[in-house]
């Protein structure tokens, strides 16, 4: 167990007053060796690594005013990148450099984050079309769009989703079928769906991609004040499911599971 004592409990929403009644962001890298917060004493966005070296991002990463209830932060598979959405006003979408705090770039604040890809070079993303439709939509870290689909009604509705090394295949869970598809943004089609049985037959909470041929899923059973959560690793061709690990939440506020 590793305590954060000098992480903020409760988040501060627009009016700079501190709401017991909800959690402060927090992101755990795929890895499990890096974690982003909102440090107490000064607001300031941090990302500790479980070594203890603490990189303090520029206080610009969180602007005055930001409603921190509504605040996303997300982490690479191995904790280099930062993504930091203010998903309440919409007002910013950056991706940082961890090591040095630089921002590497900005993506259009509406879009909704969905995770960087397997190789931390690109990031997915989705937005909602005058037309009801969902769009996905990929960036590499600069900020520049690499790809944009209205994919098939099944990949646009199911989830979540994570993104290859490539940037072209997208892996999700469809909860209807119990499968786990492959979605490729370059011919617009899925490519690949093979079932797999995952504990209580329960939609993942998590997707990542792991490997070039493996995806990882964490499954929550229970909830977070009596739960189980189970990380498996999935062959995406076979359908093919492994342990890696499970353990126990309990009595629990919230809790940030790592991708990977």
Same mark, same amino acid.
């Given at each position: 167990m590793r305590e954060l004592p000098d992480a903020r409990v409760f988040p501060r929403d627009a009016h700079r007053k501190v709401r017991k009644d909800s959690p %402060?962001?927090? %992101?755990?890298?795929g890895n499990g060796g890096y974690i982003?917060?909102?440090?107490?004493?000064d607001d300031r966005l941090v990302v500790r690594e479980l070594t203890g070296k603490v990189h303090v991002m520029p206080a610009a990463a969180l602007p005055r005013g930001t409603n921190m209830i509504a605040l996303d932060l997300a982490l690479s598979l191995g904790g280099d990148r930062l993504a930091v959405h203010d998903g309440s006003d919409e007002r910013f979408l950056w991706l940082y450099d961890v090591a040095t705090g630089r921002r590497l770039g900005s993506l259009p604040a509406g879009d909704g984050f969905l995770g960087f890809s397997g190789d931390e070079d690109?990031?997915?993303?989705?937005?909602?079309?005058?037309?009801?439709?969902?769009?996905?939509?990929?960036?590499?870290?600069? #900020?520049e769009e690499t790809a944009r689909q209205v994919p098939p009604q099944i990949a646009a509705q199911d989830g979540p989703? %994570?993104?290859?090394a490539d940037g072209r295949l997208v892996a999700f869970h469809s909860a209807g079928s119990r499968t786990l598809k492959l979605y490729d943004l370059r011919s617009n089609a899925v490519v690949s769906s093979v079932r797999v049985k995952l504990p209580g037959g329960l939609a993942p909470d998590m997707v990542d991609w792991t490997g070039t041929r493996q995806v990882t899923l964490h499954v929550l059973t229970g909830d977070v004040t009596n739960g189980r959560?189970?990380?498996?690793?999935?062959?995406? #061709?076979?359908? %093919?499911?492994?342990?890696r690990d499970t353990y126990r939440v309990k009595n629990t506020f919230f809790f940030a599971a790592c991708g990977g």
């Open positions: %402060a962001p927090i %992101a755990v890298s982003a917060y909102v440090r107490e004493r690109e990031v997915l993303t989705t937005r909602r079309t005058d037309e009801n439709t969902t769009k996905i939509i990929t960036y590499d870290l600069s #900020g989703m %994570a993104l290859h959560m189970h990380i498996l690793e999935v062959d995406p #061709g076979i359908g %093919a499911v492994r342990v």
